[in-house]
């Protein structure tokens, strides 16, 4: 045998028994068959990973962050000056306020779309929420 590759010298297989052919044979079968069943059971679930993300709440996210910057931006006027915010923070401040505005109400929208990913609308909606809070409790304070 030194001409065949990969053989060992003295290993030899013994014959199977029909019995073991036959049993092995079941076996093949049900593992075939197992997987074969989890394919079609996969098949039919839902899978919340691969569901789009809405282009609503894309949109509502860019106007949460512009809104953000905007507020930010009128905040760090007002912490520069010591109280006496300039009146040309007041285009900016009501930008931010309209932009959260928007950002909220397009994460409300984009939540009611069926078929996609809420994810970013919840958190969305939690930060333009936050603003809108902001800007109230502000305007409250102010007024006083």
């Not at 079941?26 to 569901?51: D, F, T």
């Not at 930008?95 to 505005?101: H, Q, T």
């Not at 609308?121 to 930060?127: L, Y």
Request: aromatic share 8%.
């Amino acid at each position: 045998m030194p001409g065949r590759k990969n053989s060992r010298p003295g290993s030899k297989r013994r014959a199977m028994s029909v019995e073991e052919r036959e049993a092995l044979k079941a076996r093949q079968e049900r593992k075939e068959r197992n997987i074969r069943e989890q394919k079609e059971a996969a098949a039919s679930r839902v899978s919340y990973v691969h569901k789009p993300i809405s282009g609503r709440s894309v949109i509502g996210v860019v106007l949460t962050v512009i809104a953000l910057v905007l507020g930010g931006y009128c905040l760090y006027l007002g912490y520069d000056t010591y109280g006496q915010v300039p009146f040309s923070a007041g285009g900016p401040a009501l930008c931010s306020v309209i932009c959260g505005l928007a950002a909220f109400i397009y994460h409300i929208c984009a939540l009611r779309e069926r078929d996609t990913n809420g994810i970013l609308s919840r958190i969305g909606i939690f930060f333009a929420a936050a603003l809108l809070l902001a800007w109230a409790a502000i305007l409250v304070i102010g007024l006083q």
